[in-house]
């Protein structure tokens, strides 16, 4: 493994199912994120989190949560979806101790709920 | 909160023509500023950053931008465009101090046409 990888890369999901999509990194970096990309609108934060053990709310949390478990792994899920969750979503990750990181990003995974 | 806007959402360019994109944000305190690109189906990558000192930053494939506080811009130039530069670009901002959320602005997308 190089850098992030997520998976799924593409996704078709039934509405009220329930997703996890997965995200790994192997540079150790402490803190992670969840984006979704969507047309006009920008990257905009699901989750974060800025150690193991710890996570925080974005700007749009609603209907998803997160974990860390560990350093690698980030997975974001979708308890049950919702059509309005079809977007591409990116995994990123930082170093932390201090304002000078920047964010590494994954391929990206594109969900659509129908 | 922070918050970045980017005026121009669809720019078509011939090649060899010189580039601009703009960026400008809002915040009461210092921030870092970084410019990152998204090339067709890909994630997006990091074209550079400003973090102090000198305003004028270079990152890579010719690409530079300059910091003006007094305008809180932060604008993207390359002086000749070529046809691989087609791809969406977005700004970023990231206070230096406090929780380092990051905030996107919504994209440009760049046509260079051969």
């Known amino acids: 493994i190089a850098g992030i990888t997520q998976a799924p890369t593409s996704q078709i999901l039934a509405a009220g199912r329930r997703m996890t999509l997965r995200c790994t990194q192997d540079?150790?970096?402490?803190?992670m994120y969840w984006y979704r990309q969507d047309l006009g609108l920008g990257l905009r934060l699901i989750h974060y989190?800025?150690?193991?053990?710890?996570?925080g709310k974005g700007e749009v949390p609603d209907g998803y949560s997160v974990s860390r478990a560990n350093t690698d792994d980030f997975p974001l899920t979708l308890a049950s979806a919702v059509p309005s969750q079809t977007s591409v979503y990116f995994c990123?990750?930082?170093?932390?101790?201090?304002?000078?990181?920047?964010?590494?990003f994954g391929p990206g995974t594109r969900l659509t709920v129908l | 909160a922070q918050s970045v806007s980017q005026h121009n959402h669809h720019v078509i360019l011939s090649e060899a023509a010189s580039l601009e994109l703009g960026c400008n944000y809002s915040?009461?305190?210092?921030?870092?500023l970084f410019w990152y690109v998204q090339y067709p189906g890909q994630h997006l990558q990091l074209l550079l950053k400003?973090?102090?000192?000198?305003?004028l930053v270079k990152g890579i494939k010719g690409f530079e931008a300059e910091f003006i506080k007094s305008k809180f811009s932060f604008n993207l130039r390359k002086p000749s465009v070529q046809w691989s530069d087609t791809a969406e670009y977005f700004c970023?901002?990231?206070?230096?101090?406090?929780?380092?959320?990051?905030?996107f602005g919504t994209g440009t997308k760049l046509q260079v046409i051969p």
């Open positions: 990123a990750s930082s170093e932390t101790g201090g304002s000078y990181n920047e964010q590494f």
């Open positions: 989190s800025n150690t193991a053990g710890t996570t």
């Open positions: 915040y009461g305190g210092t921030v870092n």
């Open positions: 970023a901002v990231m206070p230096q101090r406090g929780y380092q959320k990051v905030t």
């Open positions: 400003y973090f102090s000192g000198d305003p």
């Open positions: 540079m150790r970096h402490n803190a």
